[in-house]
């Protein structure tokens, strides 16, 4: 079960925090905009992802006038073991530490902690490219299948050779075999997450929001018989790209209701309640298979919500038994469900009695 019990952040944004200790249930933090509080979640998240959800350059993370950024938290990362994790990330690189041994495998270090968020950004899943899908049924598959790191990183290394032979303009060939062998290890063990996570959603969609029905197909990235026959029928234009056209890095899930295709037919509330939803089943996935409980952020996420909505998902996380993270200008909308209450104040935080 991952919780993080305490937290320390300096230099990253605007955040001034020497020491908090979290609830391991459900923790709201409050405040006027611009105080900080999408920043601490953001924190939270970099100890999870080394990513942030508001921005693809890191280096805006360090505070003006800062070489560094520094997130440090005391986490129990299963069963009654409990260690330090560090990330600083600072102009020159980044540093990761795990009960203060340096580490140098990044991988190793997201590893600990199974982080999920929810964000303004978070309807690009939906609305975004095929690259939004494949990021997210990747985590899925990280934290759920051991084998899976090493099978996406074998296949990442042979699609960039294949790449650097097109753009020498050199034959491919002789990268071919192996570039099919590990894109269809990638592609098979996308394919089993994604049914793990479609046989958990009916479950999620009947807690949270009953009238909905949603189905799910992996596209591999290739139409039409075998990886091989695909690539030489794009031979030729992959010469004048230079780049490899078919294959995992064009992989993409469709997303269907019983009245067509969920993008173009959902509105807006029902976007937000199907990724909430997604999000839910990606966690008990990972419970079920994995025994890994994963820490859930809401940045102003639940405002969104009609009442109704609102209920059923408090209720059904409430029986979940993760520990949650949110913020909000005003908590008193739902006052009854917080085990700790934190106010943010110019980058400070402190815990409200």
Same mark, same amino acid.
């Given at each position: 079960m991952?919780?993080?019990q305490?937290?320390?952040?300096a ?5 001034? /925090?020497?020491?908090?200790e979290?609830s391991?249930?459900?923790n ?6 611009a ?11 970099f100890?999870?992802?080394l990513?942030?959800f508001?921005?693809?350059n ?13 997130v440090?938290?005391?986490a129990e990362?299963?069963? +009654?073991l409990?260690?330090?994790?560090a990330?600083?990330?600072?102009k ?5 530490r ?7 495998r990044a991988?190793e ?16 899943l939906?609305?975004a ?10 985590r899925?598959?990280?934290y759920?299948?051991p084998?899976f ?12 050779q294949?790449?650097?032979?097109l753009?020498?303009?050199?034959s ?5 075999e192996?570039?099919?062998r590990?894109a269809?290890?990638?592609s ?18 009947a ?18 018989g075998?990886? $091989?026959?695909?690539?030489q029928?794009?031979?030729i ?7 490899t056209?078919v +294959?995992?890095h ?5 997303l ?7 993008k173009a037919?959902?509105s807006r509330?029902? /976007?937000?309640?199907f990724?909430l939803? $997604? ?9 079920v298979?994995?025994a890994?409980?994963?820490i ?5 996420f ?8 609102l209920s059923?998902?408090f209720?059904? $996380?409430?029986?979940f +038994? ?7 200008v005003d ?5 009854d469900h917080?085990a700790?209450r934190f106010?943010l104040?110019g +980058?400070?935080l402190?815990s409200?009695?």
């Amino acid at each position: 079960m991952a919780v993080i019990q305490s937290l320390s952040v300096a230099n990253f944004r605007n955040l001034v /925090i020497p020491e908090v200790e979290f609830s391991p249930q459900f923790n709201v933090l409050t405040g006027e905009n611009a105080a900080g509080k999408s920043s601490v979640l953001e924190a939270i998240l970099f100890l999870g992802t080394l990513k942030s959800f508001r921005t693809a350059n890191v280096q805006e993370l360090i505070a003006r006038d800062a070489s560094c950024a520094v997130v440090r938290a005391t986490a129990e990362v299963s069963d +009654g073991l409990r260690c330090v994790l560090a990330a600083e990330r600072c102009k020159s690189g980044l540093r990761l530490r795990m009960n203060q041994e340096p580490l140098s495998r990044a991988s190793e270090f997201i590893a600990q902690l199974p982080i999920l968020a929810l964000h303004a950004q978070s309807d690009d899943l939906l609305l975004a490219g095929p690259d939004h899908r494949r990021r997210f049924l990747d985590r899925l598959a990280f934290y759920l299948l051991p084998e899976f790191f090493a099978q996406y990183a074998q296949f990442n290394r042979v699609l960039k050779q294949r790449n650097a032979a097109l753009k020498a303009r050199q034959s491919v060939h002789p990268w071919n075999e192996l570039f099919v062998r590990h894109a269809t290890n990638l592609s098979a063990a996308r394919a089993r997450a994604l049914a793990l996570l479609m046989a958990a959603l009916p479950g999620v969609l009947a807690a949270v929001s009953p009238q909905l029905q949603v189905s799910a197909e992996f596209h591999p990235g290739h139409s039409g018989g075998d990886l $091989l026959e695909a690539l030489q029928r794009s031979a030729i234009r992959e010469q004048e790209l230079r780049q490899t056209l078919v +294959g995992p890095h064009r992989a993409d899930i469709v997303l269907t209701t019983p009245e067509g295709p969920l993008k173009a037919l959902a509105s807006r509330g029902q /976007i937000k309640v199907f990724v909430l939803a $997604l999000t839910l089943a990606v966690a008990e996935v990972w419970r079920v298979h994995r025994a890994h409980r994963a820490i859930l952020l809401f940045d102003d996420f639940m405002t969104e919500l009609d009442g109704a909505h609102l209920s059923l998902v408090f209720e059904y $996380l409430q029986s979940f +038994g993760h520990q949650a993270f949110f913020t909000t200008v005003d908590a008193r909308s739902y006052p009854d469900h917080f085990a700790a209450r934190f106010v943010l104040r110019g +980058g400070q935080l402190s815990s409200v009695v």
